[in-house]
C-alpha cells in the first residue's frame, strides 16, 4: 500500500494527516489528502521548485492547511492556509550532533496535536526547542535522555512534566 493510500484512507476515516518529508528523494510526494507538512529547508524548495523564501506563504503554495519547515539554529517556521506565519527561534545552545533532531522535533510537534493539548504554534515551541536541546549531545536516541534532562531543568516553555515523561517515554 503506498503512503498516497494510506492518507487516502485515513482522510475518509475522518483523520488528519501529516507527512515529514524527509528524506525527499525521487519524486515529488503527492499532496491531495494531506493536512500537515514537514520539512527542512531544502525539502520545501524541492517540493515548491524554487527556493522556498521567494514563497510568501508555503501552505497556501503547497495547498495543505499548514506547512513546518525547520531551519535548523535558525529555528522553524509555521505557514498556515489563512495566511498565518509563525516563526519560531530556536535557543541558543552549543551543538555537538544534528542526528535525531529532525526526527525529535517531528514527534514533539505531534505530541502535543495529537494529545490535543495545544494548538500547532505551541507545539512548534516546544519541538523546536526540544530539538535544539537534543543538537547538545552525541547521537540519535542516545541523546532523548540528556535532552529530556535537559527540558525537565529548563522548564522548556509550555512543557508540564507529565508531557515530559510521555515524550521521553514513546523515544525509550
Same mark, same amino acid.
Given at each position: 500500500? +503506498? ?39 531544502? =525539502? ?9 523564501? =521567494? ?20 529555528? *522553524?517556521?509555521?505557514?498556515? *492556509?489563512?495566511?498565518?506565519?509563525? +516563526? ?15 526526527? *525529535? ?30 543538537? =547538545?549531545?552525541?547521537?540519535?536516541? *542516545? ?10 531543568? =529548563? ?18
Amino acid at each position: 500500500m +503506498t503512503a498516497h493510500r494510506v492518507a487516502e484512507l485515513a482522510r475518509q476515516a475522518g483523520c488528519r494527516v501529516a507527512l515529514n518529508a524527509s528524506p525527499l528523494s525521487g519524486s515529488i510526494p503527492d499532496l491531495d489528502y494531506v493536512d500537515l507538512v514537514m520539512v527542512n529547508e531544502g =525539502e520545501a524548495g524541492q517540493l515548491l521548485g524554487k527556493a522556498w523564501h =521567494e514563497e510568501p506563504n508555503l501552505a497556501t503554495a503547497l495547498g495543505v492547511d499548514a506547512v513546518v519547515m525547520t531551519r535548523g539554529s535558525h529555528g *522553524a517556521i509555521l505557514d498556515t *492556509a489563512e495566511g498565518e506565519r509563525v +516563526t519560531c527561534a530556536a535557543p541558543s545552545v552549543s551543538a555537538r550532533d544534528t542526528t535525531g533532531c529532525g526526527d *525529535a522535533f517531528s514527534g514533539v510537534l505531534l505530541t502535543g496535536l495529537c494529545a490535543g493539548t495545544e494548538n500547532l504554534a505551541a507545539s512548534l515551541r516546544k519541538a523546536t526547542h526540544w530539538a535544539a536541546y537534543v543538537a =547538545e549531545f552525541d547521537g540519535a536516541a *542516545a541523546s532523548y535522555q540528556a535532552a529530556f534532562d535537559r527540558a525537565r531543568k =529548563e522548564q522548556l516553555p509550555g512543557i508540564q512534566t507529565k508531557e515530559l515523561e510521555r515524550v521521553h517515554n514513546a523515544t525509550r
